[in-house]
């Protein structure tokens, strides 16, 4: 049972259902789930289609989660066409179970208010600054999106009627006080036992080995025995940030770069807008007649306008900046303080728009941004100083293709040389990706495995370049027998000790549970340690766990078992007692909450097996990878 309820807390669906989705839609975008298609789709469910878009998008957002969470292994299992399949099909059912509950929750009658969709938007962290709620950057988001403030509206209250169906299902279940009792008994423990340790390595000494065994273990185990490709790398270094702190810069040079780059510092001019939403022209109209005539633009707008943002602020929705601004505020091409738009067909209805206030743009004076442009000539000169040596050492090197000096001379950098190392230990000063990928291709490498030319100019991240050439290199190769015979020889002897102590351990234990095994254990030279205490919220190891599966022991009596350790060696326990641990009301209540998360998890898998079984789905051609 305690296995169920913890698979059903993971339930991968309950959790990103559970999950506020308006945030992620300002994270990944979700403009192309509001495209219907009326071509090829991925699936209805219950004549309701999920369109082609909506799958590509949903798809795009997995890989982008799981790119961000596994790196370079996803771009490894994104090669594998079995596996993104597997995934398109996972991210298809998911949108079919959100489908289905979408669907439940409108046949219960379920409803959201107008109030309930603002209160959740203006909660959102992404939309707030300073943590007051920030009308131009929720505008602006959203519009990065391809989503009007309807349209985002109408997306929250479908999240938030799923969710509310959620907590009705997690309000349904409740444990009864001996149901917990007996659920804490079980899973919160400690056990008192006694162990009694056949150790391996003293027996594996006392073992033998014959020279036809340690022959016959080496052949049969050779790729064990392997001594790795090994290199010795010569290289010179460029590092542009080193360069960068050698360089100087004068005023002149300065004053040039400045005037060169007043685009750089000039502060873009931005003007400040508050509109009046209205779903009919007419209203609009009559709005904009009663303030041509004197009537306050904020009242106006609290009392009528249909953006349930801005109206809120009076019809208040920030400063925009030129590049920001959006086309129905361009549209309307307003260039005086308090001046009054004509009433303007949009996406989301009609607009009234007043041009509130405006700044100018300026160009900061240089004595404002004077550090700023020095650092910006200094780099600009090391950057110029870095490339010049990179061509400088790369002409020397191909020019003189069997050695490094000439690109010493030329450059006045003196080679670095490294020890030997492998594919696995290479020194962190060469340990960059695009350098691994020249030195381990071969391409440096004679026809006969020696050293051959010097590479070509490898750049790596943090404007940091390499010419490396391999000094000497020793290939791969199976070690003689000789060289690795100590090794063979444990492992022909380890395996023999094991046998050794499971026999003795297994007559052991048949001896104790007839209540004759202390004589068995004296005979071993072993006995059992004193008492030691195991608590079952820390099973991380074998001899831990077998503690867990053994028979709570009769009074007065123990109970017994076999089990390794993490050495690896034979150990008998004799359980003595099983302690129902006790809990604080605080360690209590997590114990509780997290079994009733469980039901609400088992719950909610009957109620998507009920509507899966229930509902007719078809699958279309936008379902196939493509």
């Given amino acids: 049972m305690m296995d169920n309820l913890r698979a059903a807390a993971n339930h991968v669906v309950l959790k990103i259902i559970l999950g506020l989705i308006a945030v992620s839609f300002v994270l990944t975008g979700v403009g192309n789930y509001l495209i219907g298609g009326d071509g090829d789709y991925a699936a209805k469910v219950n004549g309701q289609q999920i369109s082609r878009a909506q799958l590509e998008q949903a798809v795009q957002n997995e890989r982008n989660r799981q790119q961000e969470s596994m790196g370079e292994q996803f771009s490894q299992l994104a090669a594998n066409e079995g596996y993104m399949h597997q995934m398109r099909q996972q991210v298809l059912s998911q949108l079919i179970d959100e489908t289905l509950l979408d669907q439940y929750a409108d046949k219960l009658g379920l ?37 009007s403030p309807d349209q985002y509206a109408a997306l929250m209250r479908k999240q938030l009627l799923t969710q509310q169906l959620i907590e009705g299902i997690g309000g349904t279940g409740f444990l009864l006080p001996a149901e917990t009792y007996r659920l804490l008994a079980v899973a919160v423990q400690t056990r008192e036992a006694r162990l009694a340790t056949f150790a391996i390595a003293p027996l594996t000494e006392k073992q033998t080995a014959s020279d036809d ?3 016959a273990s080496y052949n049969a185990h050779k790729n064990q025995y392997l001594s790795p490709e090994a290199f010795k790398v010569s290289y010179i270094p460029m590092d542009a940030e080193a360069m960068q702190a050698k360089t100087t810069v004068d005023e002149q ?14 502060v873009p001019g931005r003007k400040r807008y508050s509109i009046i939403q209205s779903k009919n022209e007419n209203d609009a109209n009559d709005w904009l007649k009663q303030l041509q005539q004197g009537a306050d633009f904020a009242a106006l707008a609290k009392a009528h306008s ?45 607009l009234i728009i007043r041009l509130d206030d405006m700044q100018q743009a300026q160009v900061s004076p240089l004595s404002a941004v004077h550090d700023e442009v020095a650092a910006k000539v200094k780099q600009e000169k090391a ?58 291709r071969r391409s440096l490498l004679g026809s006969n495995g020696a050293p051959g030319s010097n590479s070509d100019v490898i750049t790596v991240d943090g404007n940091r370049a390499f010419v490396i050439r391999i000094a000497d290199h020793r290939p791969e190769r199976v070690q003689p027998l000789e060289d690795v015979r100590a090794r063979v020889e444990q492992e022909v002897k380890r395996p023999k000790a094991l046998e050794q102590a499971r026999v003795n351990a297994e007559k052991a234990l048949v001896a104790l549970k007839q209540d004759k095994g202390t004589e068995t254990l ?10 030691q205490q195991f608590d079952s919220a820390n099973q991380g190891d074998p001899l831990a766990q077998t503690v867990f599966t053994l028979v709570p022991p009769p009074h007065g009596k123990s109970s017994y078992g076999m089990a390794s350790n993490a050495q690896g060696d034979i150990v008998l326990i004799a359980l003595d007692s099983v302690t129902p641990r006790t809990l604080d009301e605080q360690q209590r209540k ?37």
């Fill in 111 to 147: 409803a959201i208010s107008d109030d309930q969709i603002k209160q959740a938007i203006f909660a959102i962290p992404a939309f707030r600054t300073e943590d007051k709620f920030d009308n131009a950057k929720f505008r602006s988001l959203i519009g990065n999106m391809g989503l």
């Fill in 213 to 215: 065994e340690i022959q």
């Fill in 253 to 266: 040079e300065i004053q040039a770069w400045y005037d060169q780059h007043h685009d750089q510092f000039t």
């Fill in 306 to 350: 249909t953006d349930v943002v801005s109206a809120k602020n009076g019809g208040d929705i920030g400063w925009m900046s030129d590049s920001d601004t959006l086309d129905e505020l361009n549209q309307a091409d307003l260039s005086q303080k308090k001046q009054l738009s004509g009433v303007i067909k949009s996406s989301v209805g009609f």
């Fill in 383 to 440: 950057i110029d100083a870095y490339y010049a040596l990179q061509q400088k050492v790369s002409d020397a090197a191909s020019n003189d293709n069997e050695t490094l000096a000439s690109a010493e001379t030329a450059t006045g950098i003196k080679a670095r040389q490294t020890d030997w190392f492998s594919h696995d230990d290479v020194p962190a000063a060469l340990d960059y990706d695009a350098v691994k990928q020249v030195l381990f």
């Fill in 522 to 531: 004296q005979a071993a030279g072993l006995s059992f340690s004193a008492p």
């Fill in 590 to 626: 997590q114990f509780v909450d997290q079994l009733n998360q469980g039901m609400t998890g088992v719950a909610f898998d009957a109620l998507l097996a009920n509507l899966r079984a229930e509902a007719k789905i078809k699958m279309g051609a936008a379902a196939q990878m493509q």
